[in-house]
């Protein structure tokens, strides 16, 4: 799978946005870009995944740039239970294709 | 919502001693998987199971890691003599598809802790 670059952290307040980046510059033409969240003492949880367009759910957003070497993880007011590490993850569309786990980016709201 | 049930959470063992950690994925769910996560440490994959086979494994899923689906409903990661080192969290996860438009969704985990 390409790899991705996120900050290693980022800070937010209560009830406001919050745009988490990820950098894919290597990303191939069919491969999808996948968000994961990991609260603490928690397993990894789904929380959308794109291809080209942007996406939205009850969740979060996701804005796909036109180019798709970036993405941008959209939170729309967060709330303390928001506070996780949040993974960008490329999966190809293969058939063997399983979710690699990178760092992520560690996201904390203060209230 | 369905979710990904793991027992039990919490497990201590003596180095050596074999151990059975137990998952029930989301019943239409076809494609199961274990990953682990030592502590401070990334999310890892171990295996992946499709159709009563192993679909692929890591090179952490050595000979000591064995997975079944014993029946309809529970899908098991036994490690047989285990280590120090093996001492994480283990996650079990299913998805309803093995291709990349697929999410999986996870359990809560078991915490394993070998002394």
């Known amino acids: 799978d390409a790899k991705t670059t996120q900050p290693n952290s980022m800070e937010s307040n209560e009830e406001e946005p919050v745009h988490l980046p990820c950098n894919h510059s290597t990303i191939s033409g069919t491969d999808y870009i996948h968000w994961y969240r990991q609260l603490p003492s928690q397993g990894p949880e789904y929380v959308i995944h794109g291809l080209t367009s942007n996406v939205n759910n009850r969740m979060a957003s996701l804005a796909i740039a036109e180019d798709r070497k970036s993405s941008t993880l959209i939170l729309h007011r967060a709330t303390l239970r928001d506070a996780a590490v949040y993974y960008c993850?490329?999966?190809?569309?293969?058939?063997?294709?399983?979710?690699?786990f990178g760092k992520g980016i560690t996201l904390s709201v203060r209230p | 919502e369905p979710e990904v049930t793991q027992t039990p959470s919490h497990q201590v063992t003596q180095m050596g001693q074999e151990v059975i950690l137990r998952c029930v994925p989301i019943s239409n769910h076809l494609y199961f998987y274990w990953y682990r996560q030592i502590l401070g440490q990334k999310v890892e994959f171990l295996v992946s199971f499709y159709n009563n086979e192993i679909s692929e494994k890591s090179e952490i899923f050595d000979d000591q890691f064995s997975v079944e689906r014993p029946d309809g409903s529970n899908f098991t990661l036994k490690i047989r003599s285990t280590k120090l080192e093996d001492s994480a969290m283990y996650f079990c996860?299913?998805?309803?598809?093995?291709?990349?438009?697929?999410?999986?969704?996870f359990g809560s985990g078991t915490r394993l802790t070998v002394v």
């Open positions: 996860a299913s998805s309803l598809g093995q291709l990349a438009n697929y999410g999986y969704t």
């Open positions: 993850i490329l999966r190809d569309p293969g058939a063997n294709s399983k979710l690699t």
